[in-house]
């Protein structure tokens, strides 16, 4: 019996075509997977040992949903039987599965219900490994993620700052309001009863305008002194420990008190000039408590830098006071706002007799 020509052509044709694609799927990067109508595994390509890190011996007749992570498993089982109803459709899949010693990788590719196909008999899955652009994608919704929280706290920040300072101003304005109903305008009262006293008192006229002099002329000291409280200021262009050296000048020249100054700032161009003026504006307005309060001789001042911890401390030795019993005044309300605004901490020591101190501790 002889063969056709023709006959032996094709079977030719058709090994060759058959070790040609065999060749492929061996040599291909893809992970290809032939499983049966149930989900087991009947044929895995040789990639499979390269991104599983396991044997096809090992796969072959295993279930390959047990190779699936847990939380995609109710999806991929919905999609398997969307397959087994498809006959012949590619139908898109993409999920997370265990390799070997748990490592998880991502995989997706195309699966297609080939049952009826002779030759293939199987649903085949055809995969690539996408781990890499998966953890890729997850870095940068992290970091979009981290980015919009930071952006949202430093606007929450930014909010909170203003309105610390908003209030601080608001306070400031009532402090001031304050000085001037109950100091200034007691004493610019009184000095007007004096004249129009002296004018209906011909006899007392002379002595009653000499007073009314002297309360104008008080009135008008003390409108100075609040003007200059409000006029003296953290000077850039000198810095904060002349600044501060220029605030005690009046204070020293009284001879009321012994002043001393310790500082230690190395970082001082480094620091916000906001900071550096709370800063200012503390030890002034614990100096304004102290001359009012305190009855004291000897007043200390440090500022220290050691690192990223900045401290602030006023001391004096006046009469003190019980801190657990005594209100906050508005001096002492500013003290601690002006360090809210900069997440400053403030500590107060003090008890009868045994003065009192003042301690700001920031976080730079």
């Given at each position: 019996m002889q063969?056709?020509?023709?006959?032996?052509?094709?079977?030719?044709?058709?090994?060759?075509?058959?070790?040609?694609?065999?060749?492929?799927?061996?040599?291909?990067?893809?992970?290809i997977i032939v499983i049966d109508?149930?989900?087991?595994?009947?044929?895995?390509?040789?990639?499979?040992?390269?991104?599983?890190?396991?044997?096809?011996?090992?796969?072959?007749?295993?279930s390959a949903f047990n190779y699936i992570y847990p939380d995609d498993l109710p999806e991929l089982t919905e999609k398997f039987f969307e397959v087994l109803n498809s006959p012949g459709v590619s139908i898109p899949v993409q999920s997370r599965a265990y390799a070997k010693d748990n490592?998880?990788?991502?995989?997706?590719?195309i699966v297609t219900n080939m049952l009826a196909t002779e030759g293939v008999n199987g649903i085949v899955c055809n995969f690539r490994d996408v781990s890499e652009r998966k953890n890729t994608e997850r870095l940068i919704e992290e970091s979009e993620m981290l980015r919009h929280q930071l952006m949202e706290e430093k606007i929450n920040?930014?909010?909170?700052?203003?309105?610390?300072?908003?209030?601080?101003?608001?306070?400031?304005?009532?402090?001031?309001?304050?000085?001037?109903?109950?100091?200034?305008?007691?004493?610019?009262?009184?000095?007007?009863?004096?004249?129009?006293?002296?004018?209906?008192?011909a006899a007392a006229e002379h002595h009653m305008i000499r007073r009314a002099e002297d309360?104008?002329?008080?009135?008008?000291?003390?409108?100075?002194?609040?003007?200059?409280?409000?006029?003296?200021?953290?000077?850039?262009?000198?810095?904060?420990?002349?600044s501060i050296e220029n605030l005690l000048e009046s204070v020293r020249i009284g001879g009321r008190f012994n002043i001393w100054v310790n500082f230690y700032?190395?970082?001082?161009?480094?620091?916000?000039?906001k900071l550096k003026m709370a800063l200012f504006r503390i030890i002034q307005e614990q100096l304004n408590n102290i001359l009012t309060h305190a009855e004291a001789t000897n007043i200390t001042i440090t500022i220290h830098q050691q690192d990223s911890a900045l401290s602030l401390s006023v001391e004096d030795d006046g009469k003190g006071f019980d801190v657990h019993q005594k209100r906050m005044g508005i001096g002492i309300t500013n003290i601690i706002n002006r360090a809210?605004?900069?997440?400053?901490?403030?500590d107060i020591h003090s008890a009868p007799g045994q003065g009192c101190r003042i301690q700001v501790n920031f976080n730079i």
């Open positions: 063969i056709a020509p023709n006959s032996v052509t094709m079977d030719s044709k058709w090994q060759e075509s058959e070790t040609w694609f065999r060749s492929l799927i061996e040599n291909s990067t893809d992970i109508n149930t989900g087991n595994i009947v044929y895995g390509s040789p990639s499979i040992e390269k991104h599983f890190g396991t044997a096809l011996t090992e796969l072959t007749g295993a490592r998880m990788i991502w995989v997706e590719g920040r930014q909010k909170e700052i203003m309105q610390a300072a908003i209030e601080a101003q608001e306070r400031e304005r009532a402090h001031i309001g304050r000085e001037l109903h109950d100091n200034v305008k007691q004493i610019l009262s009184t000095a007007k009863v004096c004249l129009e006293y002296g004018r209906e008192n309360m104008i002329s008080t009135a008008i000291a003390e409108l100075r002194e609040l003007s200059k409280s409000l006029i003296q200021v953290y000077e850039r262009e000198i810095g904060l420990q002349l700032l190395p970082d001082e161009n480094k620091l916000d000039d809210e605004i900069f997440n400053g901490q403030v």
